[in-house]
């Protein structure tokens, strides 16, 4: 249990950074590094000899010392002739699963981050930073692996030479030094016409974008699933549950949305709907009410419905 935590405790303050928006690969791999350098450190005889002491002393009260288990002779038909390890001491026998714990949690790390793709995420990712604070350099690795996803290699040497004089207009001077392809990618949305001359380095954003380096924002979304579409929400259709999903996850704009226009258009469709609802004017005490109607609307797809409850709204007074 101890060694649990001391190994798991440190590993989640990695998958906790690695989690967030702003993090990028580099830094990212920056931490699995430094973690797998904090458990290499563990696998030494002195650090087990301060755990076990530990341990024990702070188990004094609590339970026995510790014994070796009963040892269970081998069956015989299982019984190839060979002699099985017998630990001489508890501390022994502690001290094989202190070492195996470590060697696995190491290879794991290893295991996850040691990949050939994050590799080339990470080389993008440094290729487009550096060359956002000027300073471009295109390595002979990454430029056999752009060709393959059809960019033009001349084209985007004289590309990159404009990008950080594009953030610095985009921004109006107030980034000095980039450090996330966030800040590259919004400078590029700002205009049509920036993504037009930037054309190669728009396309180098996009397959960064397009690989998966953390599974985390799938699981965000399956467990926002969960949520949405409850037992008692069964035998919601696909388009509700796509609206409801699609409110839910991205809230910072359904914040943003103007509920005066999404009711005002729903009514105009038709002169049917139009002599039901009228025109919603948004004052103080109608904001909410309208808000209930979007909701209801995006929730809601039985029209017979939604004019029986537009019907009852047209006679509240505000």
């Known amino acids: 249990m101890k060694l649990s935590f001391v190994v798991f405790s440190a590993a989640e303050q990695l998958s906790i950074n690695l989690q967030a928006k702003d993090t990028t690969v580099g830094e990212g791999l920056k931490g699995a590094h430094l973690l797998q350098a904090h458990v290499s450190i563990l696998r030494s005889d002195s650090k087990f000899s301060a755990f076990y002491e530990d341990v024990l002393q702070s188990s004094q009260e609590l339970t026995d010392e510790p014994v070796l288990p009963r040892y269970r002779k081998i069956p015989k038909r299982l019984d190839d002739g060979s002699q099985p390890h017998r630990f001489t001491s508890p501390e022994e026998r502690y001290r094989h699963a202190y070492f195996e714990v470590l060697e696995q949690a190491c290879g794991e790390i290893e295991r996850r981050f040691d990949q050939s793709d994050l590799s080339v995420v990470q080389k993008i990712e440094s290729f487009l930073i550096e060359s956002a604070n000027g300073q471009h350099t295109l390595c002979p ?6 060709e393959k996803d059809h960019i033009d290699i001349d ?6 030479a404009m990008l950080a004089d594009t953030i610095n207009t985009a921004f109006g001077g107030s980034i000095k030094t980039v450090t996330n392809v966030r800040i590259i990618a919004d400078a590029l949305n700002q205009s049509n016409i920036v993504r037009g001359m ?3 380095v728009d396309k180098l954003v996009q397959v ?8 985390a924002t799938a699981e965000r979304s399956f ?4 949520r949405i579409k409850t037992f008692l929400r069964s035998s919601m259709t696909a388009q509700r549950l796509n609206n409801l999903f699609f409110l839910y996850v991205h809230k910072s704009f359904t914040d943003l949305l103007d509920l005066e226009k999404v009711a005002n258009d729903f009514v105009s469709v038709n002169t049917h709907r139009i002599n039901y609802f009228g025109h919603f004017k948004v004052n103080y005490h109608s904001s ?9 609307l995006v929730c809601n ?10 019907s009852i709204l047209r006679d509240v007074k505000y």
């Open 141 to 146: 690795e990454l430029h056999q692996i752009l």
């Open 155 to 160: 084209q985007l040497y004289f590309q990159i």
């Open 198 to 200: 930037l054309n190669e």
């Open 208 to 215: 960064y974008l397009t690989y998966l380096v953390t599974s």
């Open 223 to 226: 467990s926002s699933l969960r």
């Open 288 to 296: 909410l009410i309208i808000y209930i109607v979007v909701v209801y």
């Open 301 to 310: 797809s039985h029209e017979e419905c939604t004019i029986e409850l537009f």
